[in-house]
């Protein structure tokens, strides 16, 4: 089981680029989410999808974030245009979500930097 | 809603000692699951220990125990016969029926193990 699966491992961008964020879940894990995590606001959930449908968005900051799931071994998280306030490790994690006690899967991040 | 505490945001404690990591948490669900999750220095999320509501008995998986005093509302995460390489930051975590899937993250305390 190669875990889940996350890409690039950083980035670094200018403002207002553009910046794609990738995911491959667990095989067999049908829930995905992303995290952000900084120092000031700690680790927040942007989006949960179930069977590759977005069940909660509400921790999507604004517009410029959007998040997909083409399929269930594929998302993406981009930003559009890109600021320096998004400067953060984005996680992805995947769970069976009929096992109430297993805990997330996270994948080794990805630290953004917007310059 | 749902929240977790974590109030202490930085431990010390001496090698091979016992630790205790407070938290506390907050739900009108009496259905939910409580996590326990390490983040060393290297960035990546380890799920160490679950906790469910119904349960009879403090979890243990190895070194770690959880303290649930469930009329408390408390999950203390305990590492017994401290190593060097438990220095990290712990994060609590819960889920519960109400909030569907997604795990909320506490603020995390940072523990330092001294030689």
């Known amino acids: 089981d190669a875990g889940v699966i996350q890409s690039p491992r950083h980035e670094v961008t200018e403002m207002g680029q553009e910046v794609t964020l990738r995911c491959k879940p667990i095989s067999g894990h049908n829930s995905l989410f992303w995290y952000r995590q900084t120092m000031m606001r700690g680790l927040e959930l942007l989006i949960y999808f179930n069977n590759n449908v977005p069940i909660d968005d509400s921790g999507m900051p604004e517009d410029r974030f959007s998040a997909k799931m083409p399929n269930a071994s594929f998302s993406t998280l981009k930003i559009q245009p890109s600021e320096p306030r998004d400067s953060a490790v984005y996680f992805c994690a995947s769970n069976p979500s009929r096992r109430a006690d297993y805990g997330y899967t996270f994948g080794s991040g990805t630290r953004l930097t917007v310059v | 809603a749902q929240k977790i505490t974590q109030t202490q945001p930085g431990m010390f404690v001496q090698e091979k000692e016992a630790v205790t990591l407070d938290c506390t948490y907050d739900?009108?669900?009496?259905?939910?699951?409580l996590f326990w999750y390490k983040q060393p220095s290297s960035g990546e999320m380890i799920f160490l220990i679950y906790?469910?509501?119904?349960?009879?008995q403090n979890a243990t998986e190895g070194r770690y125990s959880l303290n649930f005093q469930k009329a408390r509302k408390s999950a203390n995460l305990v590492i017994s016969a401290s190593q060097l390489g438990d220095s990290a930051m712990y994060f609590c975590a819960m889920r519960s029926n109400n909030a569907g899937n997604m795990l909320t993250f506490g603020g995390g305390t940072r523990l330092m193990v001294k030689p």
């Open positions: 739900t009108s669900d009496p259905s939910y699951g």
């Open positions: 906790q469910g509501s119904y349960d009879q």
